[in-house]
């Protein structure tokens, strides 16, 4: 199956800053891709050369078979972009934007009234742009950007600056776009909205992407280790957890142990060790790395900083 | 290639009477400067004293369409650094619309708008008007959407140099105005000093304001072929440049 996206050796500076260095992946038809990174990684760079709103100064891309460049048009009709920190005309009402959008696409456009309906902005269709919330305004960009029911739904930190209970909502919306077979590309910096969204994941730092794939993966590949935190009273348990197989180290703070190891058998290893050795313990959790410590592990330094 | 250009046109008309000041800036003001200063001056004017006289049947008709004319390249300047700005630009460039389908359309929406204000304007001045309009409304109309439509491509050379929006307004009036000055409106360009007859020469404005007195004064299309020739001419090299300086973000 040929990829829905191609990109390989792209490159693009700024002047005498390099944004992306020879950036190279493939998305597959179907699938939730996401590019992501700390703020100025380049994500953004890469995405908007994929679109084609900006010319890379070398490497070869493909979307849906087209050039962004040579093919910028036809490509537009077939894809639906949502950009960070995009406007709309401050007075421009929903329903107007919605009506100009769908005349723009040569396809038949999906049912603008449902789909603010969907994302719970008819009754904002009369509201003036700037009158919205941010929230609402996100809202609408995304509706923007699945107007002509697009093959490859690009979306560009599509949660930034909104409340968890939105967040939520329209990680589900994503989740309905590839329901409906259709491809999502997107970046983010939240690392649970990754986590939660993307089938694949391309991690990107100073402009290089330096590993990719499904997060489970990822996270079993850097960071195997796995914690198990459980507080027990019986004089046995430290020299019990110690012979656990895939063990590594056993910290104990009076009755509370911190056992450490490797493997994803590691939790099942501990629970049947408390039910041979009949251990009754009153506190029981497992702390599990993420792609978080996956960025930390393999940039030295965190997401956040 | 057309795709969306009415839909867009009309959306931002509406879009531009929402302004609070949008219309008042371009439609009332010029209309206002016209009829007061005609108030003025055509108080206690004698029938004889033909420098007045002629001030209000040419020169004032003709200075408030230059005026339509400017204001509307400064509302241009100002709505495309806030487009861009804004990512407003960026975010249309982001669907099947072509850039110029874009600009276009701020264009035609510039020259609805200066015929709306020039009927505005004539409608005024047969009313309120000390001594009534006279001239061939049709061919003005034309002459000024020709003259328009010229220096709204300075408009775009403006608004590729404007760093930010907060600078568009002060910028454009600083570039607009004193061409306004030399352009023949207030001294003729043969009575200027030699050193600013030659910015006259240069300076599209005048181009603009001899073909529309002409023509207010009823002359022939073919006396200001010339002038017609300079403004197109404007329009190319500002078009030209545009395309490589302007900035969509």
Same mark, same amino acid.
């Given at each position: 199956m040929t990829p829905v996206i191609h990109a390989s050796g792209v490159r693009k500076s700024y002047g005498a800053t390099v944004a992306v260095h020879e950036v190279s992946f493939d998305v597959h038809e179907g699938e939730i891709f996401g590019l992501i990174g700390p703020n100025g990684a380049g994500k953004t760079t890469t995405m908007e050369c994929i679109e084609g709103l900006r010319t890379p100064d070398c490497g070869a891309i493909s979307v849906l078979g087209l050039d962004p460049f040579k093919d910028v048009y036809k490509l537009q009709d077939r894809i639906g972009v949502q950009l960070q920190q995009a406007q709309l005309q401050k007075r421009i009402k929903v329903w107007e934007a919605v009506g100009l959008w769908v005349s723009l696409y040569q396809k038949k456009a999906l049912d603008g009234e449902r789909l603010l309906e969907q994302l719970g902005l008819a009754a904002k269709r009369d509201t003036w742009f700037m009158n919205l919330s941010g929230g609402q305004k996100q809202r609408l960009f995304i509706a923007l950007a @699945?107007?002509?029911?697009?093959?490859?739904?690009? @979306?560009?930190? @599509?949660?930034?600056?909104?409340?968890?209970?939105?967040?939520?909502?329209?990680?589900?919306?994503?989740?309905?776009?590839?329901?409906?077979?259709?491809?999502?590309?997107?970046?983010?910096? @939240?690392?649970?909205?990754?986590?939660?969204?993307?089938?694949?994941?391309?991690?990107?730092?100073?402009?290089?992407?330096?590993?990719?794939?499904?997060p489970d993966d990822l996270v079993n590949r850097h960071c195997p280790e796995r914690t198990v935190i459980l507080a027990t009273d019986n004089p046995i348990a430290e020299e019990r957890f110690r012979a656990i197989p895939g063990v590594e180290t056993v910290i104990r703070t009076d009755s509370r142990f911190t056992v450490r190891g490797r493997g994803d058998d590691l939790v099942t290893e501990v629970v049947h060790c408390l039910s041979e050795n009949a251990i009754r313990v009153t506190d029981f959790r497992t702390i599990l790395p993420n792609l978080e410590d996956v960025f930390l592990k393999l940039t030295g330094r965190s997401i956040r900083e | 290639m057309l795709r969306g250009l009415w839909k867009l046109t009309w959306l931002e008309i509406k879009i531009f009477l929402r302004e609070p000041l949008g219309a008042f800036g371009t439609i009332v003001i010029p209309v206002l400067?016209?009829?007061?200063?005609?108030?003025?001056? &055509?108080?206690?004017v004698p029938p004889g004293a033909l420098a007045a006289n002629n001030f209000l049947q040419v020169g004032l008709p003709v200075l408030a369409s230059v005026l339509i004319a400017v204001s509307a390249v400064l509302s241009l300047v100002t709505i495309i650094s806030i487009y861009r700005e804004g990512g407003i630009l960026k975010r249309l460039r982001a669907t099947p619309l072509r850039p110029q389908t874009i600009l276009t359309a701020h264009v035609i929406v510039k020259l609805i708008l200066t015929a709306a204000?020039?009927?505005?304007?004539?409608?005024?001045?047969?009313?309120?008007?000390?001594? &009534?309009?006279?001239?061939?409304?049709? !061919?003005? *109309? +034309?002459?000024?959407?020709? !003259? *328009?439509?010229?220096?709204? !491509? +300075? &408009?775009?050379?403006?608004?590729?140099?404007? $760093? *930010?929006?907060?600078?568009?307004? %002060? +910028? &454009?009036?600083? +570039?607009?105005? $004193?061409? #306004?000055? #030399? !352009?023949?409106?207030?001294? $003729? #360009?043969?009575?200027? $000093? %030699?050193?600013?007859?030659? #910015?006259?020469r240069v300076v599209p404005l005048t181009y603009a304001v001899s073909l529309l007195e002409g023509i207010w004064k009823g002359e022939a299309w073919s006396a200001h072929m010339g002038d017609i020739a300079a403004l197109v001419l404007v329009f190319v090299i500002c078009t030209a440049l545009s395309t490589k300086v302007f900035r969509w973000e």
């Amino acid at each position: 199956m040929t990829p829905v996206i191609h990109a390989s050796g792209v490159r693009k500076s700024y002047g005498a800053t390099v944004a992306v260095h020879e950036v190279s992946f493939d998305v597959h038809e179907g699938e939730i891709f996401g590019l992501i990174g700390p703020n100025g990684a380049g994500k953004t760079t890469t995405m908007e050369c994929i679109e084609g709103l900006r010319t890379p100064d070398c490497g070869a891309i493909s979307v849906l078979g087209l050039d962004p460049f040579k093919d910028v048009y036809k490509l537009q009709d077939r894809i639906g972009v949502q950009l960070q920190q995009a406007q709309l005309q401050k007075r421009i009402k929903v329903w107007e934007a919605v009506g100009l959008w769908v005349s723009l696409y040569q396809k038949k456009a999906l049912d603008g009234e449902r789909l603010l309906e969907q994302l719970g902005l008819a009754a904002k269709r009369d509201t003036w742009f700037m009158n919205l919330s941010g929230g609402q305004k996100q809202r609408l960009f995304i509706a923007l950007a @699945l107007m002509n029911d697009p093959e490859v739904v690009f @979306l560009d930190e @599509l949660t930034t600056g909104l409340d968890p209970q939105s967040r939520r909502a329209i990680w589900d919306l994503v989740r309905d776009i590839r329901a409906r077979g259709k491809t999502v590309f997107l970046t983010t910096h @939240l690392m649970e909205e990754a986590e939660r969204l993307c089938d694949r994941v391309a991690i990107m730092e100073h402009g290089r992407i330096i590993d990719i794939d499904r997060p489970d993966d990822l996270v079993n590949r850097h960071c195997p280790e796995r914690t198990v935190i459980l507080a027990t009273d019986n004089p046995i348990a430290e020299e019990r957890f110690r012979a656990i197989p895939g063990v590594e180290t056993v910290i104990r703070t009076d009755s509370r142990f911190t056992v450490r190891g490797r493997g994803d058998d590691l939790v099942t290893e501990v629970v049947h060790c408390l039910s041979e050795n009949a251990i009754r313990v009153t506190d029981f959790r497992t702390i599990l790395p993420n792609l978080e410590d996956v960025f930390l592990k393999l940039t030295g330094r965190s997401i956040r900083e | 290639m057309l795709r969306g250009l009415w839909k867009l046109t009309w959306l931002e008309i509406k879009i531009f009477l929402r302004e609070p000041l949008g219309a008042f800036g371009t439609i009332v003001i010029p209309v206002l400067v016209f009829l007061v200063v005609g108030r003025v001056v &055509g108080h206690g004017v004698p029938p004889g004293a033909l420098a007045a006289n002629n001030f209000l049947q040419v020169g004032l008709p003709v200075l408030a369409s230059v005026l339509i004319a400017v204001s509307a390249v400064l509302s241009l300047v100002t709505i495309i650094s806030i487009y861009r700005e804004g990512g407003i630009l960026k975010r249309l460039r982001a669907t099947p619309l072509r850039p110029q389908t874009i600009l276009t359309a701020h264009v035609i929406v510039k020259l609805i708008l200066t015929a709306a204000t020039l009927a505005v304007l004539v409608l005024a001045g047969k009313r309120y008007y000390p001594v &009534g309009v006279h001239a061939p409304l049709f !061919s003005f *109309t +034309i002459a000024l959407l020709i !003259s *328009t439509w010229s220096i709204l !491509s +300075i &408009g775009f050379l403006i608004a590729s140099i404007v $760093p *930010t929006a907060r600078f568009a307004q %002060p +910028i &454009g009036a600083f +570039i607009m105005y $004193p061409m #306004v000055a #030399v !352009s023949g409106l207030f001294v $003729p #360009v043969a009575a200027l $000093p %030699p050193v600013l007859r030659i #910015v006259a020469r240069v300076v599209p404005l005048t181009y603009a304001v001899s073909l529309l007195e002409g023509i207010w004064k009823g002359e022939a299309w073919s006396a200001h072929m010339g002038d017609i020739a300079a403004l197109v001419l404007v329009f190319v090299i500002c078009t030209a440049l545009s395309t490589k300086v302007f900035r969509w973000e």
